[in-house]
């Protein structure tokens, strides 16, 4: 009997499934970080996150979305805590801005070492 055949019969190698890469999420999250020295990093990260969105199992693809939702969220945090720098209140919000991705980040990648979804990908908080 050849190796073909042996494995073909065994059922562990059969149904064995090498675990998600979850490489490339991680990288958002560091590409993400990263923005605070490079600007245009998290555009980056947020279009790896675009085109492997629905690619892996359900709790990769919640991170996906989980850094897809940083992304247009800390946007919209960032333009309004810019605007509002005009009367002096935005820089203390822009610091607040630069905590909560922190802690974002920080809550993906330890969800990403777990192997499990984001806690609440739909919050607008942490």
């Excluded at 190698?13 to 490489?23: F, I, M, R």
């Excluded at 990648?109 to 739909?122: I, S, V, Y």
Aim: hydrophobic share 50%; aromatic share 12%.
């Amino acid at each position: 009997m050849n190796e073909n055949q042996t494995a073909h019969r065994d059922p562990v190698v059969a149904e064995s499934h090498p675990p998600p890469d979850t490489t490339l999420a991680m990288v958002v999250y560091a590409l993400y970080l990263a923005s605070f020295v490079v600007g245009f990093t998290s555009l980056v990260g947020v279009v790896i996150a675009y085109v492997y969105r629905g690619k892996g199992p359900d709790w990769l693809d919640e991170h996906y979305r989980y850094q897809i939702r940083t992304f247009w969220i800390g946007l919209l945090y960032g333009a309004v805590a810019a605007l509002l720098t005009l009367i002096v209140i935005g820089f203390p919000l822009l610091i607040a801005l630069a905590v909560w991705l922190i802690i974002r980040c920080v809550k993906g990648f330890k969800g990403l070492q777990e192997k499990r979804a984001p806690d609440n990908p739909d919050t607008w908080l942490v």
